[in-house]
């Protein structure tokens, strides 16, 4: 935090920055932390808030104090935009891969790991025995694994591939 100001806020002398601090430790005192999401991002936010504060009921603002407040660059606990679209990617990868498995792999690995159903529940939905669901699964998640290591290099998995047509993935 300290640093961060420094960097950006070259106006505020030492006494002043811990004075910032303190405040801003003494506000998030009062508040239900569990509320909050960010915890990084709502104490920087509570900072450039307070800043905005004084700034408002100071006698006398440095010019440049006005720059430097518009200039803070709160750090986000967001993702990037390059891992949202990484992340975007990947799940379209996944969705191609998992429409090339057998349709009774496809269906018990989509409940189990899209929808959180477990083997049992899953049993019951496809009318068949457990153990055939964690056959199913078995199979599912090799295939899986397989073309995204395939993927991975290149490779694009073939979609008429047999569901007994498994190899190790070690």
């Given amino acids: 935090m300290r640093g961060w100001l420094r960097r950006y806020v070259r106006s505020l002398s030492p ?39 004084q700034t408002r009921h100071a006698r006398i603002v440095p010019m440049e104090r006005l720059g430097e407040i518009e200039a803070l660059r709160i750090p986000s606990e967001e993702p990037g935009i390059e891992r949202k679209v990484g992340a975007r990617q990947e799940l379209e990868r996944l969705e191609r891969i998992v429409r090339t498995l057998p349709e009774q ?27 055939t669901v964690e056959k199913h699964l078995a199979v599912a998640l090799a295939k899986v694994i397989r073309a995204m290591k395939e993927e991975g290099a290149g490779f694009q998995p073939a979609t008429g591939a047999s569901e007994y047509d498994i190899q190790s993935t070690d």
């Fill in 15 to 53: 006494a002043d920055l811990d004075d910032l601090i303190q405040e801003a430790y003494s506000r998030l005192y009062y508040v239900d932390l569990g509320q909050i999401a960010g915890g990084r991002s709502y104490l920087f936010t509570v900072v450039r808030n307070l800043l905005n504060e």
């Fill in 105 to 131: 792999c496809r269906r018990a690995f989509e409940m189990q790991k899209f929808r959180g159903l477990s083997v049992r529940d899953i049993a019951a939905a496809m009318g068949i025995s457990e153990k």
